[in-house]
């Protein structure tokens, strides 16, 4: 193993990705739940 260099991973942006993800999913989540309750754009 000489010369041999090892990296640590950062657990940091994994865990930043998974945040990102679930704000996402939950997200989206809430934009269809609300989209039956929002009247259509042409009856205003």
């Not at 990102?20 to 269809?32: F, K, M």
Request: charged share 30%.
């Amino acid at each position: 193993m000489a010369g041999e260099t090892r990296r640590a991973l950062d657990s940091t942006i994994l865990d930043d990705a998974v945040a990102v993800r679930d704000t996402v999913t939950q997200l989206s989540a809430q934009i269809r739940r609300v989209g039956p309750v929002v009247p259509d754009d042409r009856a205003l």
